[in-house]
């Protein structure tokens, strides 16, 4: 099992940058694929992004690639959201979330495939 704690969010003017980070404890953090949702007030959770294993790739949401990116540190047992170009419609209470069961080089887009999740950060972006 692994713990997961988000850190990082605020209120950013839109155009503005943030970073988040994930901080995992527990289990051995290079054994899960690593994702980041979003959930907006009256919305599903969205995927965002994720990473393998070892970080060798990653996937984003359209709505978010060339803006986001992600990346993890294995040493540090921690994966980053580096967000750039923030508009309003990223405003949401961001979740970073574990995935055990992909393999080496598999990443998961639905949510229900992700074990362990954070408490979920706010991000705030205004106009």
């Known amino acids: 099992q692994v713990q997961l704690a988000e850190s990082g969010g605020g209120l950013v003017q839109a155009g503005g940058s943030l970073r988040l980070s994930c901080a995992a404890s527990?289990?051995?953090?290079?054994?899960?694929?690593m994702g980041w949702f979003r959930q907006a007030p009256g919305k599903e959770r969205e995927f965002v992004s994720a990473i393998t294993r070892g970080g060798q790739i990653t996937r984003y949401a359209s709505s978010v690639k060339d803006r986001f990116t992600i990346s993890r540190d294995n040493s540090k047992n921690s994966v980053y959201l580096q967000m750039n170009s923030l508009k309003p419609e990223d405003t949401a209470v961001y979740y970073c979330?574990?995935?055990?069961?992909?393999?080496?080089?598999?990443?998961?887009?639905?949510?229900?495939?992700?074990?362990?999740w954070g408490q979920g950060t706010q991000v705030t972006v205004s106009s």
């Open positions: 527990g289990r051995t953090f290079s054994v899960y694929a």
């Open positions: 979330a574990a995935d055990p069961s992909s393999s080496y080089f598999s990443i998961a887009y639905n949510a229900r495939d992700y074990d362990y």
